[in-house]
């Protein structure tokens, strides 16, 4: 007779967007990681009743709450596999993953990705592994060069990229516009402070 293998089954998403509707995509990773499962079954694998699900939380950072919960289950030995949708719904870090990896083998926890086909409990799931990882952090890093890129060209253009306009200006068209009226104040307190030469007194 197989061993039994406890699957936990974690979902995340990046964005609390759609998270309301009754059938969202965390139910979708859950649903596949469920079939998966269930066309293992001969093999002894069964699927835990918890539910690790992170919704809105990025996979650049561990800090999520189902994700911390699932970690501590497997300390307490209470998972043998973990099944995901994709490896990128565990982190999107290559630093975090080889944590994570290094967690999963002092556990002897092994993963499944359902839709990439691989798990790390065979040589050839650890290398492919080590390859998605790979271009998933460069996904992640061109992406994030882009936002910059965008950001900086905005601004050689005049654009003002923030949100809240600072005391003395107005957002018109992308662009700061002088607040006639907070304008007198700030000459105010830059003729007071040649003054007094003490910014605690001029706040008083």
Not at 143 to 156: L, M, P, W, Y
């Amino acid at each position: 007779m197989n061993k039994k293998i406890r699957c936990a089954i974690y979902t995340r998403k990046s964005h609390e967007e759609g998270l309301e509707q009754a059938f969202n995509s965390l139910d979708a990773q859950r649903l596949s990681a469920e079939s998966y499962i269930a066309s293992q079954q001969p093999e002894g694998w069964r699927a835990l009743a918890k539910s690790y699900d992170d919704g809105g939380y990025s996979g650049g950072t561990l800090k999520r709450s189902a994700l911390q919960e699932l970690f501590q289950d497997i300390e307490n030995g209470l998972v043998d596999c973990v099944v995901l949708y994709k490896i990128d719904r565990l982190s999107r870090s290559l630093i975090d993953f080889s944590k994570i990896v290094e967690l999963f083998d002092k556990h002897q926890v092994v993963f499944v990705a359902v839709t990439q086909s691989f798990n790390t409990s065979r040589s050839m799931g650890r290398l492919m592994l080590n390859v998605l990882l790979s271009f998933a952090q460069y996904e992640r890093e061109l992406t994030g060069e882009r936002i910059g890129d965008k950001f900086s060209a905005s601004k050689k253009k005049g654009m003002w990229m923030g949100e809240n306009p600072p005391l003395g200006y107005d957002i018109c068209d992308r662009k700061l516009v002088i607040n006639l009226e907070e304008a007198k104040l700030i000459r105010h307190i830059f003729s007071r402070f040649l003054i007094l030469r003490s910014t605690t007194n001029l706040a008083r």
